[in-house]
Nanobody, 126 residues
Framework: QVQLVESGGGLVQAGGSLTLSCAAS????????MGWFRQAPGKERESVAA????????YYTDSVKGRFTISRDNTKNTVSLQMNSLKPEDTAVYYC???????????????????WGQGTQVTVSS
């Protein structure tokens, strides 16, 4: 089984930046897309960004457009999330996810993905 491992979380003041990375370990596999989600205490998991593996088409939730950038490394099968101008409302556990097989479900939907990492905490102080 492939394991997804997130890294790069931490504590940062409002207006600062962090870069999250998601790396796969174990068996090599082909993926259709990868995405980043976040979940704050007492709230449902929500989509942040996603990227199609072939072609690199990206998707962002409205609240992070212009501040966050998702990118992929095709040779290493990793995905990063560059987060700038962070706000306290960005505080959450951030998860990466992989879609193994292409299907019509929106990449903003948690059910579009087949496997998840354990998450990394991002805390933005005011």
């Amino acid at each position: 089984q492939v394991q997804l491992v997130e890294s790069g979380g931490g504590l940062v003041q409002a207006g600062g930046s962090l870069t999250l990375s998601c790396a796969a370990s174990g068996r090599t596999f082909s993926s259709s897309a990868m995405g980043w989600f976040r979940q704050a205490p007492g709230k449902e998991r929500e989509s942040v960004a996603a990227i199609r593996w072939s072609g690199g088409r990206t998707y962002y939730t409205d609240s992070v457009k212009g501040r966050f950038t998702i990118s992929r490394d095709n040779t290493k099968n990793t995905v990063s999330l560059q987060m700038n101008s962070l706000k306290p409302e960005d505080t959450a556990v951030y998860y990466c996810a992989v879609q193994y097989r292409d299907r019509p479900t929106s990449l903003r939907n948690v059910y579009a993905y087949d496997s998840w990492g354990q998450g990394t905490q991002v805390t933005v102080s005011s």
